[in-house]
């Protein structure tokens, strides 16, 4: 990485708000597991790496949720833990069975949340 492109990350990162931050690591997550998907027969190590940062995220996202300083409305909260029980779920039994049509519900969950985030004001 060049030094301008190291500085405009750390200036972004300086000026982000923690929904941007949020936004991104599910955008992040979801275009990994996007890539295990379309190179599926190629690389058994890329899915397990998409599933392995997928779900520390997400048991960061369920470990916020159940704190109870956490601002957000208890109903908010309740909704993301139930979120992310079904996505940790979900990538527990990929990592047992890989099954390619099953990861487009985790990338589709990630966008999605992706997307609110980044619209909330």
Do not use: H
């Amino acid at each position: 990485m060049s030094n301008a492109a190291q500085a405009y990350a750390r200036t972004a990162q300086n000026i982000a708000s923690p929904r941007d931050i949020e936004a991104q690591a599910l955008l992040k997550a979801a275009r990994q597991l996007q890539d295990a998907a379309t190179r599926w027969d190629e690389s058994d190590s890329e899915l397990k790496a998409a599933l392995l940062f997928n779900r520390k995220l997400w048991s960061i996202f369920v470990s916020d949720a159940i704190i109870d300083s956490n601002p957000e409305a208890v109903s908010t909260r309740q909704s993301i833990a139930n979120i992310g029980i079904f996505v940790l779920t979900q990538c527990a039994a990929l990592q047992i069975k890989p099954e390619v049509d099953k990861l487009q519900a985790l990338i589709d969950i990630n966008r999605n949340i992706a997307a609110g985030l980044s619209s909330r004001v």
